[in-house]
């Protein structure tokens, strides 16, 4: 019997919308048979900007108790799913700092062939959304993985709209139904992929 593929959800979220996103990727995965690590990165932005911003500031104190990523929780992983608000189009600088940490594993090949796939929100419709997720592909590049995105392979992917990964208009309020939906099938798929290839490798 083959140990359950480890999948690790590495986000960052300011108000909490990527957050949502990221439990119902999580719930997807943990129904597909992973074992699943939620990890937050660690909050970069100075507290003066977070008291600015009271939803900013009760997500930090809400989600206090989640675990911050550590290079660990990638070695581990078989998938890793990545989350990110955009941030005029690119990922948020919180998580390109935890990205740009992990210079040791890449050189030692520690990141390289495992699955990888991303998720994104931003506050109005298209708002940098896909080009978030493939900027986030470039790094995936680079570590040699493989990029397993949600295309239309489930019919909630016609809904949603976007084939490179899970996304969400905040504008519009809280992730609904069918942004949940999208994440949990995004999520599912990047585990059943990883666990054919750790079959495939094992055999």
């Known amino acids: 019997m083959m140990e359950p593929v480890h999948v690790a959800i590495i986000y960052y979220s300011a108000t909490g919308t990527v957050h949502t996103l990221a439990q119902a990727a999580a719930e997807g995965a943990e129904k597909a048979g992973a074992t699943v690590r939620l990890r937050k990165v660690a909050e970069?932005?100075?507290?003066?900007?977070?008291?600015?911003?009271?939803?900013?500031?009760?997500?930090?104190?809400?989600?206090?108790?989640?675990?911050?990523?550590g290079?660990?929780?990638?070695?581990?992983?078989?998938?890793?799913?990545?989350?990110?608000?955009?941030?005029?189009?690119n990922p948020a600088?919180?998580?390109?700092?935890?990205?740009?940490?992990?210079?040791?594993?890449?050189?030692?090949?520690?990141?390289?062939?495992?699955?990888?796939?991303?998720?994104?929100a931003s506050n109005t419709a298209h708002g940098g959304q896909e080009s978030t997720l493939l900027a986030l592909g470039n790094?995936?590049?680079?570590?040699?993985?493989?990029?397993?995105?949600?295309?239309?392979?489930?019919?909630?992917?016609?809904r949603s709209g976007n084939p490179y990964g899970t996304s969400h208009v905040a504008g519009d309020g809280p992730p609904g139904e069918v942004a949940l939906e999208a994440a949990r099938h995004q999520a599912r798929r990047v585990?059943?992929?990883?666990?054919?290839?750790?079959?495939?490798?094992?055999?």
């Not at 290079?71 to 189009?89: K, S």
């Open 71 to 89: 290079h660990d929780d990638l070695e581990w992983a078989d998938a890793v799913l990545f989350g990110t608000p955009t941030r005029y189009g």
């Open 44 to 69: 970069t932005a100075p507290p003066e900007a977070v008291s600015a911003r009271p939803e900013w500031e009760r997500h930090l104190r809400d989600t206090a108790e989640v675990a911050e990523a």
């Open 139 to 158: 790094t995936f590049y680079h570590w040699g993985g493989i990029i397993v995105p949600p295309g239309y392979t489930d019919p909630v992917q016609f």
């Open 93 to 120: 600088s919180q998580l390109r700092a935890f990205i740009d940490t992990t210079g040791p594993l890449w050189f030692q090949g520690k990141l390289a062939d495992k699955v990888y796939s991303a998720f994104t």
């Open 191 to 203: 585990a059943d992929t990883a666990a054919s290839l750790k079959a495939g490798r094992a055999a």
